[in-house]
C-alpha cells in the first residue's frame, strides 16, 4: 500500500480523485491529459479490462473521452510505456 502512496497524481478529469501511476511516462501522460481542453473524462483501466479484438481480447491502458466540434469521441489508448519504440 506504501507504494502506491507515493506514486499518485492528484486528477480531476479522472473518474477517480487520484490516478496511480508505475512509470514516469504515465505520470507525464496524466499532466497531459489534465491539462488538454478536449478531454473530458478519462480513466486508466485495469487489469480486467478488455476489448475484442480480431486477433483475441485485448487490454487497453487508459480510456479517454474527447469532445472536438461538439461530438465526444471514446478512445482507448494501448500503451503508454517508453522504451526504443515509443517515438
Avoid: H
Avoid at 501511476?21 to 486508466?44: G, R
Wanted: without cysteine; glycine residues 6%; negative net charge.
Amino acid at each position: 500500500m506504501t507504494g502506491y502512496l507515493k506514486n499518485l497524481i492528484a486528477a480531476v478529469k479522472s473518474v477517480y480523485e487520484d490516478v496511480v501511476y508505475e512509470l514516469d511516462v504515465e505520470a507525464a501522460f496524466t499532466d497531459q491529459l489534465e491539462k488538454n481542453t478536449a478531454v473530458k473524462v478519462y480513466a486508466k483501466l485495469p487489469g480486467w479490462f478488455t476489448v475484442p479484438t480480431p486477433l483475441g481480447s485485448y487490454n487497453p491502458d487508459w480510456a479517454v473521452l474527447v469532445e472536438k466540434d461538439g461530438a465526444e469521441r471514446l478512445y482507448f489508448v494501448v500503451q503508454t510505456k517508453s522504451g526504443p519504440f515509443s517515438d
